[in-house]
C-alpha cells in the first residue's frame, strides 16, 4: 500500500523560510512525477511546483519570483520530495499536499501540513 506522508508546516512569520518534506513508501514500481499543491480556506486546490524524476521543474506564476529554481527538490533513493519556500507571505497560509505519480500503481495524496503566515 502506497504511503505519502508530508512534514514540516509550521506557523512562521512573514518574511520567514520553511521546508517541506514528502516521503514516499510501500511503492512497487518508481515514482515518476512529484509534486506540492496547496489549498487555501474557501479556495481550490492549487499546484506550487512539480518535479520530474529527471530533475526538470515547474512553479505555479503564484510563486515564481519567490522560489527560486531550486526550490523544489527531490531524492531519488529516498522517495522524498523537498519544497524550500522563501520570503513567504500571508497568502501562503494554506494546507499543502503532496501528489505523487507511481509508475502503473497510479496517482496518491498526502494528508497534508499546515502552513500559516502571520503578517
Do not use: H
Not at 509550521?10 to 496547496?38: D, E, H, I, K
Amino acid at each position: 500500500q502506497v504511503q505519502v506522508v508530508e512534514s514540516g508546516g509550521a506557523l512562521v512569520q512573514a518574511g520567514g523560510s520553511l521546508r517541506l518534506s514528502c516521503a514516499v513508501s510501500g511503492m512497487t514500481f518508481p515514482v515518476n512525477l512529484m509534486g506540492w499543491y496547496r489549498q487555501a480556506p474557501g479556495k481550490q486546490r492549487e499546484l506550487v511546483a512539480l518535479v520530474t524524476r529527471g530533475g526538470t521543474t515547474r512553479y505555479a506564476d503564484s510563486v515564481k519570483g519567490r522560489f527560486t529554481i531550486s526550490s523544489i527538490s527531490r531524492d531519488n533513493a529516498k522517495n522524498t520530495v523537498y519544497l524550500q519556500m522563501n520570503s513567504l507571505k500571508p497568502e501562503d497560509t494554506a494546507v499543502y499536499y503532496c501528489n505523487v505519480a507511481v509508475n502503473v500503481q497510479g496517482n496518491y495524496w498526502g494528508q497534508g501540513t499546515q502552513v500559516s503566515v502571520s503578517s
